[in-house]
């Protein structure tokens, strides 16, 4: 009778132990097949099959969500080129992001947010215009020149929204060499060294 009540108890925690295992499995695939499943949606999103820039973005916390950051991040990259974000500039970045469609308390609203108040990552800088420069490579040149030019402008207005000098040099030595670096990589469609 005492060898038939511990062999029960112990099929029984074995049989424990194997749910619980099995448990863990399906959610570990359910985890895979989610992640999987994202990361195909930011790919569509941002239009680009290279699986290495999706998982890069994936990686920096890039979401199908938070995509419409990418054409943000070079203004946000320039207006960090000083070291701190005036007012005026975070403003001026807002209120591109709502022409933008990006509503306030929107999880890309809060991510814009956060990258306005503590300065994102070279990393997040420099995969960002990767994917901008390798999603305008799916364009027409006119449109692709257009996009960039236009992309350009805006972060040469959140340059001259920093203020500069007494009203002088609105733009200043290094937020031009910013804007040049931008320029060369969307239109060279080639990241920089440090995102390779």
């Given at each position: 009778?005492?060898?038939?009540?511990?062999?029960?108890?112990?099929?029984?925690?074995e049989?424990?132990?194997?749910?619980?295992?099995?448990?863990?499995?399906?959610?570990?695939?359910?985890?895979?097949?989610?992640?999987?499943?994202?990361?195909?949606r930011?790919?569509?999103?941002?239009?680009v099959?290279?699986?290495?820039?999706?998982?890069?973005?994936?990686?920096?916390?890039?979401?199908?969500?938070?995509v419409?950051l990418?054409?943000?991040?070079?203004?946000?990259?320039?207006?960090?080129?000083?070291?701190?974000?005036?007012?005026?500039?975070?403003?001026?970045?807002?209120?591109?992001a709502?022409?933008?469609?990006?509503?306030?308390?929107?999880?890309?609203?809060?991510q814009?947010r956060?990258?306005l108040e503590?300065?994102?990552?070279?990393?997040?800088?420099?995969t960002?215009l990767?994917?901008?420069?390798?999603?305008?490579?799916?364009?027409?040149?006119?449109?692709?020149?257009?996009?960039?030019?236009d992309?350009?402008?805006?972060?040469?207005?959140?340059?001259?929204?920093?203020?500069?000098?007494?009203?002088?040099?609105?733009?200043?030595?290094?937020?031009?060499?910013?804007?040049?670096?931008?320029?060369?990589?969307?239109?060279?469609?080639r990241?920089?060294?440090?995102?390779?």
């Amino acid at each position: 009778m005492n060898d038939d009540a511990l062999s029960d108890r112990r099929r029984a925690n074995e049989d424990d132990y194997f749910r619980k295992r099995d448990r863990e499995l399906i959610e570990r695939m359910r985890r895979r097949s989610e992640r999987e499943a994202a990361r195909e949606r930011l790919s569509q999103r941002i239009h680009v099959t290279d699986d290495g820039l999706a998982d890069r973005l994936e990686a920096l916390g890039f979401s199908d969500e938070t995509v419409p950051l990418l054409h943000l991040a070079p203004l946000v990259q320039v207006a960090w080129v000083e070291d701190k974000v005036s007012p005026d500039v975070l403003q001026h970045i807002i209120a591109v992001a709502r022409e933008h469609g990006i509503e306030e308390l929107s999880e890309a609203d809060q991510q814009l947010r956060e990258w306005l108040e503590s300065k994102p990552s070279d990393a997040v800088f420099d995969t960002a215009l990767w994917a901008i420069a390798a999603m305008l490579q799916h364009r027409s040149v006119s449109e692709r020149e257009r996009d960039i030019v236009d992309l350009l402008e805006r972060c040469r207005a959140v340059a001259a929204a920093s203020g500069g000098v007494l009203g002088f040099r609105k733009i200043s030595r290094a937020e031009r060499e910013r804007l040049d670096h931008i320029r060369n990589v969307l239109n060279t469609g080639r990241p920089s060294a440090s995102s390779e």
